[in-house]
């Protein structure tokens, strides 16, 4: 994740701001992107950085459909980085 957080801070700042949160999903610690704006996907990492799923976003606001259960069973939700540049 610290790649990532990198990279947002060297390009410009996104409105809405990323924001990278922790959950459990399925037995396992993954990390939640959120997309700069609208109908674009949203990226479900599991902990050593692999793209798991796009939970959410896109046209339909649904994601890939490869993860529809997330928002259910998704817990222990935590901030783990938010862009601080407005």
């Known amino acids: 994740m610290d790649d990532k957080i990198n990279k947002y801070l060297a ?6 701001p990323i924001r990278i ?3 459990q999903y399925k037995g396992q610690t993954v990390y ?3 997309a700069p704006c609208c109908d ?3 990226t479900l990492y599991d ?5 798991l799923c796009s939970p959410d976003g896109g046209i339909t606001g649904r994601g890939d ?3 529809a259960d997330f928002e259910k069973l998704r817990t222990n ?7 601080p540049r407005k």
């Open 11 to 16: 390009a410009k700042p996104e409105n809405p």
């Open 21 to 23: 949160m922790s959950y």
């Open 32 to 34: 939640y992107e959120s």
């Open 40 to 42: 674009q996907f949203t």
């Open 47 to 51: 902990a050593k950085g692999n793209v």
């Open 65 to 67: 459909g490869r993860c």
């Open 77 to 83: 939700e935590q901030l783990v980085w938010q862009d």
